[in-house]
């Protein structure tokens, strides 16, 4: 469920990204507790992604992100504002690198 409030937001103020952003507007999937939904992924980063939904999602709530042709990308929701959702990755990032930057490349 979308939430308001400080836990539901993106930190205001500077970027507290760890690593570059990338602008890639590709369709996605997110898989969760065997349901499926389809995203579109605005940005990504080797820590996260910035997808746009049609879903509702909870800060905290556990999600897969599937892009097809790069694979499948775990991790938990981080804020949500509106109809865009951050996710946090909790896979290793050195196993997301290669095919981020590749999608973030060559689309």
């Not at 507007?25 to 990504?44: D, F, H, I, K, M």
Request: include cysteine.
């Amino acid at each position: 469920m979308n939430t308001s409030g400080p836990a539901s937001s993106p930190p205001s103020g500077s970027d507290h990204r760890g690593s570059a952003r990338h602008t890639v507007l590709v369709a996605g999937r997110l898989r969760c507790e065997g349901e499926s939904q389809t995203c579109e992924v605005v940005n990504v980063s080797v820590g996260g992604a910035k997808l746009r939904v049609l879903g509702i999602y909870c800060p905290g709530q556990e999600l897969t992100l599937e892009i097809k042709a790069c694979g499948q990308f775990p991790g938990v929701v981080a804020w949500v504002r509106g109809d865009e959702v951050g996710l946090k990755f909790t896979c290793d990032p050195a196993q997301t690198a290669e095919a981020l930057i590749a999608l973030a490349t060559y689309g």
